[in-house]
């Protein structure tokens, strides 16, 4: 049993994936179309040549990459990436939800565990520290960069 990647046609990824799973094959037993990975599906299966039967049925899949990946080459597409990932303090940002929409603020504090962020609003007379989650900010200007 391994993992092959499954070349398919751009942005077809996801449907591709559920076509293969929708097949029921006893041999296939999961596919994986990560966001980041495009023009491939991963697919575990039993062995290759269960692709040979399949593929030519199933739309935008254009072939298998020869050779096998292991658990350890995709398992980092297994993970959710946190939102706050490549949130620096000090990094100035705006608000793109919630009451404070639009507002830009500059990152005081990241906690990671809970995947929130506090900021200090700009525009405010008096500096107030707000909470927000992490998919609730976009970073504009990064002190590191």
């Known amino acids: ?9 751009a942005s077809q990824e996801r449907t ?5 799973m929708n097949r029921e094959e006893s ?3 999961a596919a994986l179309a990560p966001d980041s ?9 039993d062995n290759a040549a269960v692709f ?4 030519d049925e199933i739309p935008h899949a254009n072939g298998v ?5 292991s658990i350890t080459e995709v398992e980092h597409f297994l993970s959710p990436k946190p939102d706050v990932e490549g949130i ?7 608000l793109i939800a919630g009451p404070f929409k639009g507002e830009k603020a500059q990152v005081q504090r990241i906690d990671e565990g809970k995947d929130q962020v506090t900021v200090e609003l700009y525009e405010a007379t008096v500096p107030i520290p707000v909470t927000v989650r ?12």
């Open 16 to 20: 591709v994936a559920d076509m293969i």
């Open 52 to 55: 040979d039967r399949i593929l």
């Open 134 to 145: 992490g998919d609730q900010i976009r970073v504009l200007d990064s002190e590191e960069r």
């Open 1 to 9: 049993m391994g993992i092959f990647a499954v070349k398919t046609t």
């Open 65 to 69: 990459v020869p050779g096998e990946s």
């Open 37 to 45: 990975l495009t023009s491939y599906v991963m697919v575990e299966a």
């Open 27 to 29: 041999e296939i037993h």
């Open 88 to 94: 620096a303090e000090g990094d100035i940002v705006e």
